[in-house]
């Protein structure tokens, strides 16, 4: 099995419905093993990195274990910046990084498995439809404090944030002009699922998280909604056809030549055999 750190979301840790889907297609992958061609296995693996990708990484490296015998993944989360770092060092054979590289990681290659965005997210109960660039702008740098500013209820705002060193905090102030000493933000968070619970239990709060885990969320009953960009509405359809604005690459990142096992897993990842992985935690697969 595939060791979890600490800060890595485990499928136990998931939405119900979110454990159950993904526990029925680990379910029909191992019946189907004895029908198909097993391939050599043997050696260990060490992911580290995006918390984005993490809980995909994850479940990819199940099956993959089951196709590999004898091979072991170890996924750990992170943040991208610590999928680079150590892509870079060699403590992980495979980062894990949830944007472009940058002109900056020129050594480093990705290899992307899937698509993303990112998208605002607020509770439910807000009435407050969509919001503007400046008006974000200044909700996020203290400008506008109350929503009954923007036409909701009498409420304070709270901002939050993601933490240094997430791609996705990286990816929101590049698209809003902003910079991170900009940010009055009342909370900090870091995966991705710890800034929808933040977001689900405050009725005033505001935040950005991956456009798939908010929105397989929303469906599964959490309380938030997501708010549309530029007019376009934040889904993973409009990622699939390329028409929400803040849209990014999920990528396995290697430095150098991987080997064996490292170039096996990267063309599995990337391969429609884990199409349905892809799909069953609400991400957008590659195109073919």
Do not use: C
């Not at 430095?255 to 599995?268: C, H, M, N, V, W």
């Amino acid at each position: 099995m595939s060791d979890r750190s600490p800060s890595l979301p485990s499928i136990a840790a998931l939405p119900a419905r979110r454990r159950a889907l993904a526990g029925g297609l680990a379910l029909g992958v191992a019946t189907l093993l004895p029908r198909r061609a097993r391939a050599a296995g043997g050696g260990r693996l060490v992911l580290t990195g995006s918390s984005t990708i993490a809980p995909l990484a994850l479940e990819i490296a199940h099956r993959f274990e089951l196709v590999n015998p004898g091979t072991r993944v170890d996924v750990q989360s992170g943040g991208s910046s610590r999928g680079v770092a150590d892509a870079r060092s060699g403590a992980a054979a495979i980062g894990l990084v949830s944007r472009a590289l940058g002109p900056t990681e020129t050594d480093l290659t990705a290899h992307t498995i899937a698509l993303d965005g990112v998208g605002l997210i607020v509770h439910r109960s807000n009435p407050v439809a969509a919001l503007g660039a400046d008006q974000v702008r200044a909700i996020y740098t203290g400008a506008l404090r109350n929503w009954r500013e923007l036409g909701g209820p009498d409420r304070p705002i709270t901002v939050v944030n993601k933490a240094e060193g997430r791609s996705t905090l990286e990816l929101f102030l590049h698209f809003y002009g902003l910079k991170n000493g900009d940010i009055r933000a009342q909370a900090v968070i870091g995966e991705n699922e710890q800034g929808i619970k933040t977001v689900a239990g405050n009725p005033g709060a505001i935040g950005y998280v991956s456009i798939g885990s908010a929105e397989y969320d929303a469906h599964d009953g959490v309380p938030i909604r997501l708010l549309p960009i530029d007019g376009i509405a934040a889904t993973t359809a409009h990622v699939r056809d390329r028409s929400f604005p803040l849209s990014r690459p999920l990528n396995l990142v290697t430095r150098g030549t991987p080997d064996a096992l490292a170039a096996r897993f990267i063309a599995y990842a990337r391969s429609a055999d884990v199409d349905d992985l892809v799909q069953a935690l609400y991400f957008v697969p590659l195109a073919r």
